[in-house]
């Protein structure tokens, strides 16, 4: 059971206190990011999607309090929502298919540091990131939230998420994989095409899916396709009016919320918000129900609390400027 403040020790509470502030400041940095520095009316207005500035109250019982109890914001944190996105597969088709464009930024320096024992990745993300337009940096921070590690530390080509068909160092689902072999101008179509891998209407035949499928434990496939599935996920965030930003840092959280989520979730989350009831489910799905029924009690409300729960969890993972 989550502690209430007056159980908190004095040092907890200073603890609670200062993370607090800490959350405060680095909305406040990616809302700049994203486009809200002007004057005191930019700064009054949230971010699309991200509903008011939380108080200190909602923050105390909220997503900071819960960092100071939980320490579970791992691979194994984000397990419910990629079943969840497999249940959409099944149900409502494929995601969206996009036609690979122009680079949706210009590409910043290449030259990566920090990786250590995943340099051998390296050469992959630059050709990846040239060829894009998404950073390289980017690349290796959405890479790094979503694939677990070996023993000695590097990224697992193998990582496979035993509540899903999520594979890879991207994680990718099986529909998602699929749905970007048949999309044209993407790295995987061209090798699906070389391969004979599609019928005459460009869909992977049935016999040739479990080789197309097996490429997911590929590292330069999974990294190219990082890199298309988030050109064209910012492409489709671009054309709802989302600014998914140019800096390298807004382009990987843009870019990661939408691999999560999904297009037409991220769409909704960083534009009129995600219903109550799709809220609960995704934040169940992230935190488990009874977890999720605490931050939704606290914070009044699904959405809101789905919202800093999210928001706190991309702050904390994807930090592309530690390959910079």
Avoid: C
């Amino acid at each position: 059971m989550i502690p209430s403040w007056n159980q908190l020790n004095p040092t907890q509470r200073a603890r609670l206190i200062e993370l607090d502030a800490r959350q405060l400041a680095s909305q406040s940095l990616w809302r700049a990011a994203l486009g809200n520095s002007g004057g005191d009316a930019d700064r009054a207005a949230p971010v699309p999607g991200f509903g008011s500035t939380p108080g200190f109250g909602s923050l105390l019982s909220g997503s900071i309090h819960r960092a100071l109890f939980d320490n579970g914001f791992g691979q194994a944190a984000t397990r419910g929502i990629e079943s969840l996105a497999e249940q959409a597969d099944a149900q409502l088709g494929r995601p969206e298919q996009v036609t690979a464009r122009a680079p949706v930024a210009k590409s910043e320096p290449t030259e990566l540091s920090g990786l250590g024992a995943n340099s051998r990745f390296e050469p992959m993300l630059k050709a990846a990131a040239a060829r894009t337009g998404i950073p390289a940096a980017a690349l290796a921070a959405i890479v790094d939230a979503e694939a677990g590690r070996t023993a000695d530390g590097s990224w697992n080509t193998k990582a496979k998420n035993p509540r899903s068909s999520a594979s890879g160092l991207g994680q990718f689902l099986k529909g998602t994989w699929e749905s970007l072999a048949e999309t044209p101008g993407t790295w995987l179509q061209d090798v699906a095409k070389d391969r004979g891998w599609l019928d005459s209407r460009g869909r992977v035949t049935s016999q040739s899916r479990p080789a197309l499928l097996a490429l997911r434990f590929d590292a330069n496939a999974s990294l190219q396709s990082i890199a298309d599935f988030a050109k064209q996920n910012l492409e489709g965030l671009e054309r709802s009016g989302v600014d998914v930003g140019r800096d390298t840092e807004s382009i990987a959280k843009s870019a990661y919320l939408a691999h999560h989520l999904g297009l037409g979730d991220a769409r909704r989350f960083l534009g009129e918000g995600l219903s109550e009831g799709r809220a609960k489910l995704l934040l169940s799905a992230q935190v488990g129900a009874r977890r999720a029924q605490q931050h939704i009690a606290a914070a009044d409300g699904a959405r809101s609390a789905h919202e800093s729960w999210l928001h706190g969890f991309v702050e904390r993972k994807i930090q592309p400027n530690r390959y910079l």
